[in-house]
């Protein structure tokens, strides 16, 4: 990458790697989307086949026995596997999720616990949100206290990604409720931790694939080791991690998108009307022209952010924010006038269009709805 965030070109690996990312989610990961959306199980074939290609969390340190990958590479691993089954995608994205806080504020003998797990083929999902707790993170009202050498946690966490199928948790706790925000930390917790447990799976319109649920925490016991982090930082953690991730999302979007449009390509050089393809007709080049234009436009963005993101820079609300809020917004237009092109057919589930609609909306929700992105960008604008 150019330090130069304004100018840059992909490396020679990073275009290696979407080459490789793509082969495999062509040949192992979209023959089972549809079934996997139809029937809205947790798709293991994408996961054992990204596992075996180390591509499930790419972004680990090598000296975790993972791949090393950067942000940018986390990004096309996401983008590529989005592009035929968003719920796959949630694999690696939530494996960063989930182990980012960890990466940025936690101990060294932490990390050797969770990351080489990781690594290994084990996921991670992050819990912060709660019922009364979305975008006012800070109103959460798990509970953790402690209690000799061990951590109690009680509460519960909703809207959880790939709950249920995750071995470990970084789970957002109170542990000093008179400082609010200040007193929220941030801890691990292990699927076998005594007290506990995940609730049945949300039924959802999108991303169906991709287990939600509740997590419970019913004085639920950790090793005292298991903090990321001072108390009371576990608000700056997750803050700090957002920054990081929220590009992440932009790719998932981005990756919807260009699927959307591969497939609208491909439909309307084939159906014909009048006697000639639809792709003769000025009309729908002029939407494919808007759909290639606003998705490249949002990839850009996306790259952008995660290498400035890769470089540690500060400050990255505004630009986390962009990546995010621009590409689930270009994400959401593309497939809708995928549906369009695709006429009566799109709205079928015999074609991907539809799926690929109903998954691109998620991404203008999940980690900060768009009306908040806006207002991170605002805040970011009006103090210099």
């Given amino acids: 990458m150019n330090p130069d965030f304004g100018t840059y070109q992909l490396g020679a690996e990073h275009e290696a790697l979407r080459e490789a990312v793509r082969a495999l989610a062509e040949k192992e990961i979209a023959p089972h989307a549809a079934e996997v959306d139809e029937r809205e199980r947790f798709p293991h ?33 996401i983008e590529e596997v989005a592009r035929v089954c968003a719920s796959s995608s949630l694999i690696p994205a939530v494996n960063k999720l989930g182990s980012m806080g960890l990466l940025l504020a936690g101990p060294e003998g932490l990390r050797q616990q969770v990351l080489p797990s990781l690594a290994a083929g084990a996921m991670v999902s992050y819990a912060l949100s709660e019922r009364e707790a979305g975008s006012d993170a800070a109103a959460l009202r798990t509970r953790a206290r402690r209690e000799g050498e061990h951590w109690v946690l009680n509460g519960t966490k909703c809207w ?16 000093d409720p008179a400082k609010g925000a200040h007193g929220i930390s941030a801890f691990i917790v292990h699927r076998d931790d005594p007290g506990f447990s995940v ?43 957002l920054d990081h991730t929220r590009p992440t999302i932009g790719a998932q979007a981005v990756g919807i998108a260009q699927g959307a449009l591969d497939a609208s390509i491909a439909y309307v050089k084939q159906r014909k009307q009048f006697g000639k393809p639809i792709a003769d007709f000025q009309g729908v080049q002029f939407m494919l022209a808007d759909m290639a234009m606003k998705t490249e436009a949002a990839r850009q963005l996306v ?10 820079e500060s400050k990255l609300g505004f630009i986390s924010s962009a990546a995010k809020c621009f590409a689930s917004d270009v994400a959401m237009a593309v497939t809708t006038d995928a549906v369009q092109l695709f006429g009566g057919y799109g709205y079928t589930r015999d074609f991907p269009v539809e799926r690929m609609m109903r998954d691109a909306k998620i991404t203008q929700i999940y980690e900060g709805t768009n009306q908040i992105q806006r207002l991170v960008m605002a805040r970011a604008l009006l103090e210099g």
């Fill in 199 to 241: 609730g049945p799976k949300e039924r959802k319109l999108g991303i169906r694939g991709s287990p939600t649920r509740e997590i419970y925490f019913s004085d639920c016991t950790i090793p005292g080791d298991r903090i990321i982090g001072e108390p009371g930082t576990g608000f700056t953690t997750a803050l700090q991690t």
């Fill in 303 to 312: 790259y952008i952010a995660a290498a400035r993101a890769e470089r540690g």
């Fill in 45 to 77: 074939e994408a996961q054992a086949a990204l596992v075996r290609a180390g591509f499930h969390a790419v972004h680990v340190p090598e000296a975790y026995g993972g791949q090393g990958g950067d942000s940018v590479a986390t990004c096309i691993v």
């Fill in 160 to 175: 959880i990604s790939n709950a249920g199928e995750s071995t470990w948790y970084t789970v957002m706790a109170m542990t």
